[in-house]
């Protein structure tokens, strides 16, 4: 398992997290320049890469145990 992901220490893992919300809210502030649906679209890619990310941290945290 330490082979496929990049060993993440948890203490770095939730340094990281306050600067993705903030990537994302970042994002989402600038939705409404899109047309359409790609606001919407916007959002949940970035509520997606917000919940990937919150899966490796998991995982990465589970394999360095």
């Known amino acids: 398992m330490s082979k496929i992901f990049h060993p993440v220490s948890e203490q770095e893992a939730l340094a990281e997290l306050p600067r993705l919300r903030q990537r994302l809210t970042a994002k989402a ?6 047309r359409g649906t790609e606001g919407k679209s916007l959002m949940a890619q970035a ?13 990465n945290r589970r394999a360095c145990q």
Do not use: D, E, G, P
């Not at 502030?29 to 899109?34: L, V």
């Not at 509520?47 to 995982?59: E, M, N």
């Open 29 to 34: 502030r600038h939705a409404h320049q899109y």
């Open 47 to 59: 509520k997606r890469a917000l919940r990937w990310h919150q899966l490796f941290v998991s995982i």
